[in-house]
C-alpha cells in the first residue's frame, strides 16, 4: 500500500477561485512565485488558472503567461479550469495535466453564472470532453450548487446524481461536489457524498466546500466519515461568493490541512512552509485573509509563560 | 418523553465571558436589554455576569445592578461566574439559579489565570461548593484548558478526569469542559467527552469551544456524535483568547445554532429573534462580529433572481 488509509488530497484552487474574486489584478510573476512555493508544499493539485475568455475574466488573462513560466512538480497535478472549445484549445496549448470542467446542477444558478440553461452547457461541455479525450489530459467536472443555490434554495441528491451519471457515461476520471455558496451542513454532506461514493466508485470525487455560514470544516470531517479523500481548498481561506458580500470565502487550504493532520489524516502537506505561503498571500492581496491558523498559531504553537506564572514555578520547585 | 431524542441546549455565555474581554464598558441598562431578549430567544441557560473583583474586571462590575434588573424567564437557568466566598456571597444574594465556577486543568494557566496553583484553588472552590450546597442554587463548574493549554501544550485526558472526579465527589450537578484558548480537534472531542459522558452519567456535561482555529463547529458536531447535549456559545462569536490576538473567540450562538437546526437537533431557539439580538449586538460593540450567519444570512434566505435570468426563464416559459 502506497499510502496509509486516511491519506488525503489537498487541491489547491486559490490562484483560480481566489485570485478570480480579488478587485485588482495580481501580477502575473506574484502568481507564478505563489504556485512555486505551493508546488512544493505537498499539495496534490493546483487548480492555476482559468481559460475564460480575458474580456469576462480580466484577473486571470495571463493564462497562458502563468502555465507556461510556472515550474513544474512532479507529485503535482497542474489542472485548469475550461469553460468551452475555445479555452480547451488554449489550454490544451499550455501542457496542464487535467481541465477542469463547470457547470451548475441548479438551472438558476448555471443561467446566472454562465448565461446559458445546463442543457446548453451539458452540450457544450460534451465537445469539450470529446476534444480533450484525444490527449492524455484527465478531465475533472465541478458541479456547482450540489448542496444548495442561493437562487432556488435546495437541488435534489437525484438531480445532482443525473449530471453526475451524464458525465461520467462520457467517460471523465473525476468530480468536485461544489457547496458553490456555503449551504451545506454536515448531514446532508454525508447523505450526498456517501451515497455518491457508492454510486461512482472508478470516479475521483472531491469535496469543494466554502466557509459562508462557518461550516466549512465541519464539513469536511463529514465527508471525510463517508470516505471523501480529496477536498479544494483556497489558500487563506480567499475565494468568495457573490450573493454573501462580507462572507468568507472557500474553505481555508492551512486550516483545513491543520485540522485533518491533528486528526490523524495524512495530507502530505508541510504545515510550516504551507504557512509561510500563506503570509505571503497576505502580503499579496495586501490585507487580512479569512484563515484562522495563520492569526492564532497551529495548535501547538506554545506561549512563553507570563513572568509571574515563571517565578512561582521556580519557587516552588526551590522549596521541594 | 418531554423532548425529542436530539434536543440541544444553548447555553448563552456572551455578556459574561464576551463582555469581559471587552474595552469598553457596556452600559448596565445595555446588558440588561440584551439578556432580556436573548430570554426570550428559548436558549436554555444564560451566563449573565461574573461576581469577580470589580477592580479585576471592570467591565463586569455591575453584577448585582444587572442580575437585580433582568426580566426572568421560567424557561432559562439564569447562571454567574464566582471565584471565590467573597464572590458567592454577593451572588446568593441576587438569587441566581446557579453558580458557575471556574479552574484550569493546567497548572501554568491556572497560575497565569487565577493567580494560584491548582490545589488552591480546589480548596478555596471546595469552600465555595461547601456554601452553596446550603441553598437551592445549582452548581457547575468549567473545567479549562481541557483539550490543552497554550503554555504547556496537550493536558491528559486523565488530569482532566482526576478534577472532574473531585468535583463530582463534592456534589456539584455539572462540569463544563473548556477549550479556552481553541485548542480541541474533533477526534480529541470524541475521545475525551465520550469517554467522560460515560465516567459521569449522573452530572450535567457542557461542551464549550472557542473559534481560534476554526474549528468550533466541527467539534460541537463531534461532542453531539458522543451525546454531549449542552453547549455555550457567546452571540456574535463574541469572547476571546488573550493569547491569540487577533483570532476569533467562542464559537458563535448563531452559527451553531443554525447548524444544529439544519442537521436535525432541536434547539429550542428562535433563529430569527436571536439573529436580531446579533444585530442588537453589533451597535452594541459598534463593530463587526465574527459570527458568519448573521452576514450571509441563514441557508435558505434566498436571493432574487439577476433580472437577465428572469428574462431568460420567463421567454422558455412562453415558447413551451
Known sequence: MKYPKDRVYIHEVVTRDGFQNEATFIPTDEK??????LGRCGVAKIEVTSFTSPKAIPALRDAEAVMQQIERSPDVVYTVLVPNIRGAERALSCQPNEVNLVMSTSE??????????RDASFSQLADVIRLVRQTSVAINVSLSTAFGCPMEGDVSPAEVCKWAERFADLGVQGLTICDTTGMAYPAQVSHLLGDMRHRFP???LTAHFHNTRGMALANSIAAMEVGIRRFDASLGGLGGCPYAPGATGNVCTEDLVHMF????ANTGVDQHALLDVAGMLRAIVMRDTPGQV??????LDLHP???????????R????
Do not use: T
Request: zero cysteines.
Open 32 to 37: 507564478i512565485s505563489l504556485i512555486n512555493r
Open 108 to 117: 438558476s444558478h448555471n443561467l446566472a453564472n454562465l448565461r446559458m440553461g
Open 202 to 204: 472508478s470516479l475521483e
Open 261 to 264: 493532520e491533528l486528526n490523524g
Open 294 to 299: 495563520l492569526k492564532a498559531g497551529m495548535r
Open 305 to 315: 509563560l507570563p513572568a509571574h506564572v515563571a517565578q512561582a514555578l521556580a519557587l
Open 317 to 320: 520547585r526551590e522549596h521541594l
